[in-house]
């Protein structure tokens, strides 16, 4: 169960919001009261508010007058609930709310005690939300009718702390144990849709998380620069930096997660348009030496997946995986993996090598690239297929501390 609160200073365009009346409400007839206390009965957005005015202009003037509570159970919880079962659940969320008091970390106090069950509210049903989730809305008079003010003070953990422990006497899940069971299926979702899309765009992927039925939240700089992200599913919602291995669904992370997820799809592409332009090499005739997909003497094993995702099982030199080791130190270098792997690809013949220059600018078509000669050894070979690993991925630098 969520719960949201908030002392705000348009209160009256809050109540006309909550009873329905607002413009704003496509549905009406799907909210419902559920219970006023301290007011006359029946009584229209105006009327409540005129009544809470009463109350107000016998105090000290205050800018937020008003207290606006939402309070969002999971569906399943309340699929069957009448309007004495709402009624129950807040008098038990505002029986939680108004009990407590909070403490900073110096002991001192920060918030006193609420006084609810003695102020103005009304209280609404609302069922005409998008994510189809029934969810409670009131709005409370900030003075109560001893004239004592609620304190808004950490207002938004006293709502969150009542839902809490009103979930757990109920025996329902609490609102971090939901969250923090959908963020492993969150995170799927979004690697998923990275990995059917044909190239990087943030609006696909926006709309592609949308059909899947999130929202995406998005949080722009002053100059209108995107710096972040959040995604939203019924009454959850999910910063990008909680999804992910290591944050690579954040906003600045997400192409480079994309281009890992499809890095042999784009070098089998390269490989198809390079041998379109370039004269195919002499290469040394095939013997029984260049077999690596069975076991010999001094050999290790090594899988790779092509890029239709089949798996595939070779048998490699174990001084030539040593040097792959050692060239792409997994501590040194962040994408060590995607490097042996496009290195192991090019040493066993999986890859045909694609013409890129490894030289600098200047004329003519002519590659440098490796090709492996009829008197290369299997380290020499090595070495040529690492330098083109390099030039085709680029070696990524891991940040952070290291030991």
């Not at 799907?30 to 029946?42: A, G, H, Q, S």
């Amino acid at each position: 169960m969520i719960a949201k609160a908030k002392a705000i200073s348009y209160g009256i365009n809050d109540l006309r919001y909550i009873t329905g009346e607002s413009k704003h409400k496509k549905h009406p007839e799907k909210i419902y009261r559920v219970l006023d206390n301290l007011l006359p009965p029946e009584l229209d957005a105006m009327g409540i508010w005129n009544s809470m005015q009463l109350t107000l202009s016998q105090h000290r003037p205050i800018k937020n007058s008003i207290i606006r509570i939402e309070l969002s159970p999971s569906p399943e919880h309340t699929s069957f609930y009448d309007i004495e079962d709402w009624q129950k659940l807040w008098h038990e969320f505002a029986e939680e709310f108004d009990k407590q008091t909070i403490t900073g970390k110096d002991g001192k106090v920060r918030s006193s005690p609420t006084n609810l069950a003695n102020s103005k509210y009304t209280v609404y049903l609302h069922m005409e939300s998008k994510g189809k989730v029934p969810h409670l809305h009131a709005a409370i008079c900030r003075f109560d009718e001893n004239g004592n003010i609620n304190n808004d003070h950490n207002i938004h953990l006293r709502a969150q702390r009542a839902a809490e422990r009103v979930a757990v006497k109920r025996g329902w899940k609490t609102a971090e144990e939901i969250r923090s069971r959908n963020i492993p299926e969150v995170s799927r979702e979004c690697m998923e849709v990275l990995r059917t899309m044909p190239s990087w765009s943030w609006e696909e992927y926006k709309k592609a998380l949308a059909r899947r039925g999130y929202s995406v939240y998005e949080r722009k700089d002053k100059k209108d620069v995107l710096r972040g992200y959040a995604i939203l599913k019924g009454n959850a919602k999910y910063k990008a930096s909680e999804l992910g291995v290591a944050r690579n669904l954040m906003i600045s992370k997400l192409p480079r997660t994309w281009q890992k997820l499809h890095y042999r799809e784009r070098l089998a592409a390269q490989v198809n348009t390079s041998q379109i332009h370039r004269p195919e090499p002499v290469r040394r005739p095939t013997t029984d030496m260049d077999d690596y997909t069975h076991y010999r003497s001094g050999s290790v094993s090594y899988t790779l997946s092509s890029h239709s995702g089949r798996e595939q099982r070779f048998y490699i030199p174990e001084r030539v995986l040593d040097y792959f080791n050692d060239e792409f130190d997994y501590r040194e270098v962040a994408n060590s993996s995607e490097l042996t792997d496009i290195a192991v690809a090019i040493f066993v013949g999986m890859l045909d090598t694609p013409a890129i220059s490894a030289g600098g600018g200047g004329g003519g078509s002519q590659s440098n690239l490796p090709w492996r000669d009829k008197d290369d050894d299997d380290l020499q070979w090595a070495r040529r297929c690492a330098r083109t690993a390099t030039l085709l991925l680029g070696k990524k630098p891991r940040t952070g501390l290291r030991r």
